[in-house]
């Protein structure tokens, strides 16, 4: 079975603190998605990644970094933590081309700060 | 720019009738991706469709239809004799085809619950 796994399902971590968001797929996928979901906002991109070492930013990227050292892990990174970053964070993966438009998803991080 | 719009946010309805959730998009493209996915509880999105905007055929697949009409930028989707297990949240998505552009947007979503 295919799987994209985020480390953690639930995080509370402290106004400040530097926040690590891991997310690793099993499916040698080039591209890997960070997203948030927020009660009436739906999913907004934060961040994503079309091969290793490689970013993009998405449409809400400020306030978050990425790192893609290796090609199946994908690292969500809040420098300074804020309140309005709690929220629910979505990691993704698809392969390369038309044929692969699916995009896998994990099961989610649900993040407090507090 | 491109947008999604689900206007219903939340529905409910008795198991075994039958429910459309309404998906309108904007893009100025002609050339365009459509999708829809569902989240259940557990909140792991999982893929249901991919439909391209030159196909505007209807897809059935089991309980689910799909009606994707270009004239009213609509991509509805149906679930016909609804059962508890199709209580969830439910997406719709659009991509631009430009190339190197990966950017899906989503919609806020709409959340079924199906009462047994």
């Known amino acids: 079975d295919v799987k994209v796994t985020q480390s953690s399902r639930y995080l509370v971590k402290r106004t400040g603190e530097k926040v690590f968001l891991e997310c690793v797929q099993d499916?040698?996928?080039?591209?890997m998605f960070w997203y948030r979901q927020d009660p009436g906002l739906g999913l907004r991109l934060i961040y994503f990644s079309y091969d290793v070492k490689m970013k993009e930013k998405g449409d809400i990227p400020e306030g978050y970094s990425v790192s893609r050292e290796k090609k199946e892990r994908f690292s969500l990174i809040l420098e300074s933590a804020s309140t309005n970053q709690t929220s629910m964070y979505l990691c993704a993966s698809r392969g390369q081309g038309i044929q692969n438009e699916k995009l896998f998803f994990g099961s989610g991080t649900q993040l407090s700060v507090l | 720019a491109q947008k999604v719009t689900q206007a219903q946010t939340e529905i409910s309805v008795v198991e075994k009738e039958d429910v459309t959730l309404d998906c309108v998009y904007e893009t100025r493209d002609t050339t365009y991706y459509l999708f829809w996915y569902k989240q259940p509880p557990s909140g792991e999105l999982v893929f249901l469709i991919r439909r391209n905007s030159f196909d505007e055929q209807n897809e059935i697949s089991g309980r689910y239809s799909w009606n994707f009409q270009k004239s009213t930028s609509s991509f509805n989707f149906t679930i016909t004799a609804s059962q508890v297990v199709d209580s969830a949240v439910y997406f719709c998505a659009l991509r631009i085809s430009n190339f190197g552009n990966e950017k899906l947007t989503f919609g806020t979503g709409t959340r079924l619950t199906i009462i047994p």
């Open positions: 499916m040698d996928h080039e591209n």
